[in-house]
């Protein structure tokens, strides 16, 4: 018997970064979206970084690379044998990026580790925050197929490569994201 929820989609298209580490268990398509994993703090912090990061409380969305940077997991935390932030005290896992951010202006936490994207959000809704002047490290998304489907693997890359060429992936992020003038 399978798992819930085990075999139950063909692709999975979210913010799904790649790493080496997944990629043993499922196919990535070519990658689709950059993004950057960012810290968000309020506004009167000391916190200006990743490596300001040691010993404080981080609040994350769980399941989410913000969560495995703040607990340092050996494929995210970690870039050539480095460490690409100080280490946390504590990671307060929550159901939602909202959450976390709840929690930081309520002073449950001193830190949000999250993706750039929603951070810039948060930070417009949520007064007395800001993104820090550093970021923890760019990142890459892609979409995510089970384990040895090459041919959806290679059809979703075919189908990427021509809204590339003929400028809808660009018109689509535009929408969506604004351009590069506005980020």
């Known amino acids: 018997m399978l798992a819930p929820g085990v075999n139950k989609a063909h692709i999975a298209m979210a ?16 990658g689709i979206f950059d993004s950057t994993q960012v810290i968000i703090v309020k506004s009167d912090s000391a916190i200006n ?14 399941g989410t690379v913000g969560q495995l940077l703040g607990e340092m997991d050996e ?5 050539e044998g480095e460490p690409c932030l100080a280490e946390p005290s504590e990671v307060k896992k929550y159901t939602t990026g909202n959450e ?9 936490v001193d830190a949000v580790i999250i993706d750039k994207f929603p951070a810039q959000k948060y930070i417009s809704v949520y007064t007395g925050t800001k993104i820090a002047e550093e970021t923890v490290f760019d990142d890459e998304y892609a979409f995510a197929v089970k384990e040895g489907n090459k041919e959806l693997v290679d059809w979703l890359n075919a189908a990427i490569a021509e809204m590339k060429a003929d400028g809808t992936f660009d018109a689509i992020n535009a929408k969506y994201f604004g351009t590069a003038d506005d980020k």
């Open 15 to 30: 913010g799904i970064s790649y790493s080496e580490k997944r990629d043993e268990n499922l196919d990535f398509t070519v």
């Open 100 to 108: 976390a951010m709840i929690a930081l202006v309520n002073g449950q």
């Open 75 to 79: 494929d995210w935390a970690y870039y």
């Open 49 to 62: 970084g990743p490596f300001d990061l040691g010993g404080k409380i981080i609040g994350a969305q769980s």
